[in-house]
Each structure stands twice: as structure tokens, then as C-alpha cells.
């Protein structure tokens, strides 16, 4: 192996950066060559290429977002787009592809590969932290960070006014990023895809809060399981004189200044994806499992199904009382 393709690819994530900054210094550490593709899978289909060097990445470590630029393109799902994308990586002369993202640039890896044989890496990257086979995905602990600070803030008026407030978080069809959150944050209740709750179990919750002398209380919306103002709306209807409001956290939790955590994970991740090319893998994931680094099969990571953690829900539950 000469070359390696680096993309980024769907949802973008902080730490995306730092990722993009160890793949091409460990890459050129070991005298391969670096070719940035702009734009995730779409950019490999335009053929929309740049040489990186060390240089290129300076300057990045603490930026948010992606200098390669990203892009959800659904085409690369069909075969012919594909055979354009692997038309590209020979006339670049790319031996092996990086691509950075979440659980759906996972599933077009591993069907890039397996359609075409090219060697590929996936560097997993999502706010949703919803990717088999490892234990966090890059961008997660930043996410998480930015909505427990935005909920901090709301607590401070929810207190103030002694109302119940809806915070609706990302997570796409899963409740990790909810999870999370609604620990760090003090929430009394959280709503989440894989456990929904009906609208009569929540006001129980809350007219018993209300016994027990609270006088406001904090819900975590998934947005997988719901919409906040609609749960807002619900609550005010049920509850006599409740005053409940709701926010709605959206795309800041996209963005910032990527943690300790997450260039650690991303720098890691970056120098054990190209470790792992420059061994011979073809077709796998870079993960973390506990504190060990681990390389993992994507015909396992397409496959498996991360599950949530029931112990964090009975911990939730535990400290609202
Ligand atoms: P994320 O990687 O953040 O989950 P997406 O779900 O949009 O974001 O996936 C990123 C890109 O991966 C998609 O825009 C598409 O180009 C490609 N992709 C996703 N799923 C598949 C699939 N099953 N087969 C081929 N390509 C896919
Ligand atoms: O996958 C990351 C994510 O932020 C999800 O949590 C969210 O549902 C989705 O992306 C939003 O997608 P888009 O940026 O295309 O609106």
C-alpha cells in the first residue's frame, strides 16, 4: 500500500478534525501518501480530490466540523455509482480508503468493499454514538457536553419559575445521547426510542414529583421517540396549572470545540486505522472497547445492533426521586 483516500462522510461530528489530522501524520510517518476526498462518498464520485501533507492539517486539532466537507448521498447505495467511485480511486492511484462517520458511512464501506474489494477503514464519528463494535464514537462526548451546559442554563429559569421543561437532544432512532445526558443534566425523566413512554406514565411521574415537593422537573426528550412542544402540550393539558415549556437543542449539539475526550478518541482512532491498513486489514472499523483499542470486522458492525444500557435507566430513575 502506496496512497490512501481520507473522507468524510454523513453527519458531521466534532473531532472529525482531529481524526482527519492523525490519519494523514501517521500516514505520511510511514511514508504513505494522503489524498483528501472532499464531500464524503459524492466527492469520490466527482473525483473531487486534493493531496494532503503535513501541513494541511495544521491548525485543525480544536476545530469543530470537517475541513474535507460532508455530504449524505443515498445514489452511493447503487452499484453504478459505486463502479464511477472505484474508477476514481484507480485514476488517483488510491490503494485504501478512510472513511470518517457513523453507522450509515459503516453500511457504505462495507458495501463498497464488498462490491469492489477495495482495502477500507472506518473510523466510527457521530453525535448519535450509535455504532456497533465500539464503546464511543467520535464527536459523542462533545455532544453530550454542549446539551448538559444548554440544560444547565435552562434549569436555572425552569427553578425560577417552577415549570416542567421538555429538552428535545439528537440521537437519530436511539436514545444514547439521551441517555447521557439526562444523568449529567439531573433529569427526572427521560424518553427515548428503545423505552417510550405513554403520556399518563409521565404526568405520574410528574404529579409525584410534585408530592415529593419538587418544584420543577427536567424530562430528556429523544428525538427518535418524540417531539418536544408536542410533549409540552400533552403535559399542560393533563396537568392543571402546569406551566410546561420546552427547547429544543438541534444543531448546536453538531458543533464546538471538541473535548479532551473526543481528540484523544480521534487521534487514536486515526493512528490505529492506518496502523491497521498498513497490517493487511481490508475491510474494518477502529474502535475502543473499555480503555483498549480494537479493530473490528464491518461485516460485524452492519450487522450488530447496539443495545442501551437498562442499569443507566434505573439510575436515572433511582436519583429523580
Ligand atoms: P451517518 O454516516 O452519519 O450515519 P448517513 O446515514 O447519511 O450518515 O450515511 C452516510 C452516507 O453513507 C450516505 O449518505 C450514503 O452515501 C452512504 N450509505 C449509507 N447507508 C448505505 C448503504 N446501506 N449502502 C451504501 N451506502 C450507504
Ligand atoms: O446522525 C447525526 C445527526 O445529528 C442525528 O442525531 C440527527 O437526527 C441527524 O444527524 C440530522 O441530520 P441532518 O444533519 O442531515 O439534518
Redesign the pocket.
Known amino acids: 500500500m502506496k496512497k490512501i483516500g481520507l473522507l468524510t ?3 458531521d461530528a466534532p473531532g472529525m478534525n482531529c481524526a482527519i489530522r492523525s490519519v494523514v501524520r501517521t500516514a505520511l510517518g510511514y511514508g504513505f501518501e494522503v489524498i483528501g476526498i472532499k464531500r ?3 466527492g469520490l464520485y466527482e473525483n473531487d480530490v486534493m493531496e494532503m501533507n503535513a501541513r494541511s492539517v495544521s491548525g485543525i486539532i480544536n476545530l469543530g466540523g470537517t475541513i474535507l466537507r460532508t ?7 447503487e452499484k453504478d455509482i ?1 463502479q464511477q467511485c472505484y474508477e476514481n480511486l484507480k485514476k488517483n492511484s488510491i490503494d485504501a480508503l478512510v472513511v470518517i ?8 464501506a ?3 468493499h464488498s462490491n469492489f474489494q477495495v482495502p477500507v477503514c472506518v473510523i466510527p ?2 453525535i ?1 454514538n450509535d455504532v456497533y463494535g465500539t464503546d464511543f464514537t467520535i464527536g459523542f462526548d462533545t455532544a453530550v457536553n454542549t446539551a448538559v451546559e444548554a440544560i444547565d442554563r435552562i434549569r436555572d429559569t425552569a427553578t425560577s419559575h417552577e415549570r416542567i421543561f421538555v429538552v428535545e437532544v439528537m440521537g ?1 432512532h436511539h436514545g444514547f445521547l439521551a441517555i447521557e445526558v439526562a444523568i449529567a443534566a439531573g433529569a427526572e425523566i427521560v424518553v427515548i426510542p428503545e423505552r417510550p413512554l405513554t403520556i399518563e406514565k409521565i404526568v405520574e411521574i410528574l404529579e409525584i414529583d410534585k408530592i415529593r415537593g419538587k418544584i420543577s422537573s427536567l424530562i430528556v426528550l429523544a428525538e427518535g421517540a418524540g417531539r418536544a412542544h408536542e410533549l409540552a402540550r400533552r403535559i399542560n393539558e393533563e396537568i392543571g396549572g402546569a406551566e410546561a415549556r420546552y427547547s429544543v437543542l438541534g444543531y448546536i449539539q453538531r458543533g464546538g470545540v471538541p473535548t479532551y475526550q473526543t481528540r484523544v478518541l480521534a487521534t487514536m482512532f486515526g493512528n490505529e486505522a492506518v496502523k491497521g491498513l498498513r497490517d493487511g486489514l481490508t475491510c474494518f472499523m477502529v474502535g475502543i472497547s473499555g480503555t483498549e483499542l480494537c479493530r473490528v470486522h464491518l461485516k460485524d458492525v452492519v450487522s450488530g445492533t447496539k443495545t442501551i444500557s437498562e442499569e443507566k435507566l434505573k439510575i436515572i430513575e433511582a436519583m429523580g426521586i
Open positions: 462522510s454523513g453527519g464524503g462518498f459524492k455530504i449524505r448521498f443515498p445514489e452511493f447505495k459505486q462517520g457513523g453507522d450509515g458511512s459503516s453500511r457504505g462495507f458495501s463498497f464519528a457521530s448519535d437519530r
